[in-house]
């Protein structure tokens, strides 16, 4: 469950979760309940391959682009560059060390952006016996899935991985400048930074989607228009000596009237001429859906950046 980033082109994404539980606050279509059960169906099925260890049959989990963001660890685009990492991960650090660790998915929600996309937020618990038969430490996170029905099969385009709100992040302390820093950044992307810059919580708030999530790396799951708004009025509501910069990574066509948008984020303070001074980098993931020709944020994850370490309990 993974994630990374890439250069002018929309896409981001979600991960780990299992088993049976959705909360959805609308009604259901006859096709969503033959769908919530299908995806419910492919959590089960993710979950008896995961713990095969068996990396080509785990890739066709994936389309043939997704996108896998994880943690700290870069950006992977591809099934086959899934399917070589899933082939590390098991057959050397894993296998010497924890060979018997298993994994749980559970689903937590489920909601369907259009008949053929759906963002699932999965909870996934790994742990088990050694190979002496001492019980492993578990190990928790959490993520959100970017699925596509492709044919009659849903598969993962995107899967983010988070940490949980018990996880303890320590922030990278520098970051060096990259030339990346002044790209082109689109009218959307444009307007959010000005809201975000001038500390607005209701204009801030004003480009999420009314049923929208968010998950600001190890924090809580904040659903729903409301309270998104009072997630960022006490955010703003703390001192902010310094500029984001929101420098689009890439942008990826899910459907005709959603787009998963990958981005950086820097803050830096203003210096002399006008130069900024950049403080740390972040990353971020939207999920942008198209409403009466309008684009609205339907989920935001930040996940820490490839400078600080998570802590695992």
Do not use: C
Request: proline residues 4%.
């Amino acid at each position: 469950m993974f994630r990374y980033l890439n250069h002018l082109n929309l896409r981001y994404a979600i991960i780990a979760v299992s088993i049976i539980s959705i909360a959805s606050p609308v009604k259901l279509s006859a096709q969503s309940e033959k769908d919530s059960v299908a995806v419910k169906d492919f959590i089960n099925m993710y979950q008896r391959t995961y713990n095969t260890h068996d990396p080509v049959a785990f890739a066709k989990f994936y389309t043939e682009d997704a996108d896998f963001l994880m943690f700290t660890l870069p950006e992977i685009h591809g099934r086959q560059a899934i399917e070589n990492f899933w082939r590390r991960y098991w057959q050397s650090n894993f296998n010497r060390q924890e060979p018997e660790r298993r994994g749980t998915f559970t689903l937590n929600s489920l909601r369907f952006l259009a008949n053929n996309v759906a963002v699932a937020n999965v909870e996934t618990i790994t742990g088990g016996k050694d190979s002496l038969g001492v019980e492993l430490q578990s190990r928790k996170a959490r993520g959100t899935w970017l699925m596509q029905r492709q044919n009659s099969d849903w598969l993962i385009s995107a899967i983010s991985g988070m940490p949980t709100e018990r996880d303890s992040i320590i922030l990278g302390a520098s970051i060096e400048t990259a030339k990346f820093l002044q790209p082109h950044i689109r009218t959307f992307v444009d307007d959010y930074e000005r809201a975000f810059n001038n500390h607005d919580p209701l204009a801030v708030t004003n480009f999420f989607r009314d049923n929208a999530d968010i998950i600001v790396r190890n924090g809580p799951l904040i659903h729903g228009k409301q309270a998104i708004q009072n997630w960022w009025g006490n955010y703003f509501s703390k001192p902010r000596n310094y500029r984001a910069l929101f420098i689009i990574d890439k942008i990826r066509t899910i459907s005709d009237n959603i787009r998963q948008v990958n981005f950086t984020v820097t803050r830096a303070i203003p210096g002399a001429e006008d130069k900024s001074v950049p403080l740390r980098q972040t990353r971020a993931m939207w999920i942008l859906v198209r409403e009466t020709d309008e684009w609205r944020i339907d989920a935001l994850r930040v996940l820490p950046s490839t400078e600080d370490r998570v802590i695992r309990h």
